[in-house]
């Protein structure tokens, strides 16, 4: 007889050992992330008053840590995760010191802003994909769907939480006080991570770390639901990052808002995100996660229509709640079905590059967002819309046929 398998519940995930200060420390990390989002476009609209600047910078932020990925992936397998986050933790925190500072002494300039913004990106897969592949190593296959759900509720928590009172603070104190309270919060999360316990490598690794690194990228590109996963995720994101420009620029000046309002309208898609991914947690998802990130992404799309036939405040407001109730399920989807396909040796490179493709169209998006939206924002949202339904046929076809069996096709394992 087999043995009788617990069932699954937020109490069984929150009882592992660690798992709290792990959820701690996650939580944390991302609102601060959230609040740098928005602090860094707000603190360059207001400094420099350029859209085009504001897409370069939110550029600047993600593209160097995309490009080393693999990189940072290899070294997550062979040393750990614990004290490579820290160690990005404690980059970004710096680095914003730094901005503060240049600021208050009159010596920032665009590019200065810019070239501080990029390195203090180079580190930032070490956490996001270090808490990420932390999860299927602790927590036991029958409560992946109850972790993916936390996992996008931890999104979900900052998106409430991070943008609004970065908004207020930047309309309060001002951008170089917000980014040393952001610092600060890195800091936080820093220390609740100190001592959290790393699973031991699955294997041992003896070669060359960018061997390994290279390893991860044609382990990647290699899996099907990985290759899938990157071509549909990386083409929502140009979209996503379009909107992430166009939409904060139409609140400040289309209909004169504070910045508090920025935060405020993001905090809207949040809280939508967060009801849905609970909900959907709660369901069998392994073997259907091809139509739910189909279809989400397609319904994210079909919003946008709204906005171009009514650009008023409501309408907004209404979109960008669409796009957070489908974001939840697609992250479940996503989540879980990149897990059941990645053997566990893999873990630290596959997600590491997998993430890094998955968000690549993000930093594109907003640059391209930031040239368009002076142009108009009718074209601007169309240009967004028609990234979003390019991603929902490129996902049909590439995301393969699944079945519920957990399947590691370059391994040849099963779990």
Partial sequence: MHPVQPRPSYRALFEIPSMRRILLGMVLSRTANSMLGVALLLFTLNR???????????????????LVGPLAGALLDRHGRARLIILDQLTAATALLVIAGLTVAGALSPWVLVVVTAIAG???????????????????????????AVDSNGYVLATLIGPPVAGLLVQIVG????????????????VVIVGVP?????????????????????????????????????IVNVGGGIVSILIPVLLLTKFGLGEGAVGAVWAVSGLAGGISALIVGRWRVAGRERPMVVWSIAGMAAAGLAVIASPTLPVILGFMAVQGMLTGPMDVAMFTLRQRRTDPAWLGRAFAVSMSLNFSGYPIGAAIGGALVGVGADLTMAVAIAFGFAATIGAAIMLPRETATDVHPIAGTRS
């Fill in 48 to 66: 420099f008053a350029s859209p085009s600047l504001a897409g370069i910078v939110t550029f600047a932020s993600a593209a160097p840590g995309l």
């Fill in 122 to 148: 180079v580190t930032t897969p070490l956490s996001g994909v270090g808490l990420r592949t932390l999860f299927p190593l602790i927590v036991p296959r029958h409560l992946w769907e109850r972790v993916n």
């Fill in 175 to 190: 951008g170089p006080v917000t980014l040393v309270v952001i610092a600060a919060l890195y800091c936080v999360s820093a």
């Fill in 198 to 234: 790393d699973p031991r490598p699955a294997v041992a690794h003896t070669e060359h770390v960018l061997v390994a690194a290279w390893q991860g990228l044609r382990y990647t590109l290699a899996n099907p639901a990985l290759r899938g996963l990157a071509v549909a995720l990386s």
